[in-house]
């Protein structure tokens, strides 16, 4: 099996699926990608090289498809991960953040003893859509003191304008649909 080295490759194991969750939704569904090692291996590739210039001082990755991706960079490029998460799924003292949703609103902690004031952080994801998750997670390393020099994300999805929402931070994204 030859390597999978550019987006174009890695975007041909992200599989779409029609009317998923609810109709008139397209889907992507990243499980080929993580099923094939190549494939997997060249996306971590591709994550650190857009991640690495940022020289960060630690990974922040969202619950939970984000942890995935955090946890292989994360060792690639040997680095702290800090988990982001819903409430109550964290067994130390958390600090949290709300955020919005398209209806009503949602909540993320992480620990409150991880982030170091003035150090440089990445948040990880593996999608992009409206943003609000990302957003979250880059308030509560900046609440803490942290400074968020990038996002980075497996896919982006453009037509929602998330990038938007993260108010100029930096955004690396491997895919974008």
Do not use: W
Request: charged share 20%; aromatic share 8%.
């Amino acid at each position: 099996m030859s390597p999978v080295t550019s987006p174009l490759q890695i975007s041909s194991f992200v599989r779409d699926v029609p009317d998923f969750p609810k109709p008139g939704i397209l889907f992507r569904d990243i499980t080929p990608l993580l099923a094939n090692a190549a494939a997997f291996g060249a996306a971590i590739e591709q994550f650190a090289a857009a991640v690495g210039p940022h020289r960060v001082s630690a990974l922040v990755a969202i619950e939970s498809r984000g942890f995935i991706f955090g946890a292989a960079l994360a060792q690639k490029l040997g680095l702290p991960l800090l988990l982001v998460r819903k409430p109550g799924k964290l067994p130390r003292r958390t600090v949290s953040v709300s955020y919005e949703l398209e209806y009503g609103t949602d909540r993320v902690e992480m620990h409150a003893d991880e982030i170091v004031a003035g150090a440089r952080y990445a948040v990880i994801d593996d999608v992009i859509a409206t943003g609000g998750t990302a957003v979250a997670a880059a308030e509560l390393v900046e609440k803490q003191g942290g400074t968020v020099v990038c996002c980075a994300f497996l896919i982006e999805l453009d037509f929602l304008k998330g990038r938007e929402r993260l108010g100029g931070r930096p955004v690396e994204s491997l895919l974008h649909y």
